[in-house]
């Protein structure tokens, strides 16, 4: 089953062009002590947009299956994740290891080919030269086990059963840590539960079903999201948080997904609103989203290599038009040239 959901593309291409602004700063700050721009929104809350939309689109898509026919076909599920997820990354994993300096250890090449970078990035054995890969695993393992939820559990339990989930998965690592510090007190423990989480962001996934189920099903919680008044005040603080890099102490990520998902629910689904900001560069750059997003630190790292680059703010300059550029045109030849072919493989198990 496939639809298209307006204005979802411009979400995708904003989170995807914000890691990538992101990731240059960050390459600037680590390489010369100083970045073009004192102030970029979070990298990391844009990959929370992108696990929003993620599980939004997928469980609208799985509930609309289950309601036509019955039942969700795993078999058909499981090969369009694959289709569409498995060709690139393993691509990148081939094209990235060029850059080692020096062969990866066992262990770092096992959890990446075995599409787990997200539990290696948690334990300090990420891949290096491709560290963005690490949401690829989180959402690869996700989606392992979400179907099953969504096959075995009724409509009428699952917006509960998926809000104890969330509530469940964001208060987790602070009970580990509660009981950590007042039992055995072990540092290694600590360190890894505050990596593993930070990384492995499921309840984010989980926000975004919430809201593809909520519409899928027109529930009436719609009514209460669908008030342009909680919709201005959702917007005014993801837009100010994210875009002044504003954090709470607690529960930041959980906060900017509701925001997003509250954003994204109203923007693309509220036909009272009617919303279109959506245009041929917006959809041009959300259909390659995932590209931009696969390719952009392998092309940072050439950048380096190749540009004559000093620090200065010219150089700055230089370094984003190059790696804003040829990412977006390297995105969309291996969209047209390579990810096509196994899409057109995919729409084979499209129900």
Known sequence: MKQHIKNLDTFRAIAAIVV???????????????????????????????????????????????????????????????LRIYPLYYLILLLSSLFFLTPPSCRVIAFAVAILPNISHAIGCGWSVSPQIWSIGVENLFYIFFPLIMLFVPNKRMLLLLLIMTVGLAILPHAIDFVNIRTIQNESLAHFNQKFFFCNKFDSLLIGCLAGFAFAENHKLLKIIYNKWLFGICAFFAIVMWGGNIETKHFNDELMSVLFAVVILNV??????????????????????????????????????????????????????????????????????????FLNLKRRFER
């Open 268 to 341: 693309c689904t509220n036909t009272q609103l009617n919303i279109t900001f959506e245009n041929r560069v917006t959809k041009f750059l959300g259909r390659i989203s995932y590209g931009i997003y696969m390719y952009h630190w392998i092309i940072l790292l050439l950048a380096f290599e190749i540009l004559p680059l000093e620090g200065t703010a010219i150089s700055a300059v230089v370094l984003y038009a190059v790696v804003i550029t040829a990412t977006i045109l390297v995105a969309w030849f291996s969209y047209e040239t390579y990810e096509k072919f």
């Open 20 to 82: 990538m602004i992101g990731h240059v700063e960050l390459f600037c700050q680590n390489n010369w002590g100083s970045s073009l721009f004192n102030i970029v929104p979070s990298g990391h809350t844009a990959v929370m947009m992108f696990f929003v939309i993620s599980g939004f689109l997928i469980t609208f898509l799985l509930t609309k299956e289950k309601e036509k026919y019955g039942t969700i076909s795993l078999k058909d599920f499981y090969l369009r994740r694959v």
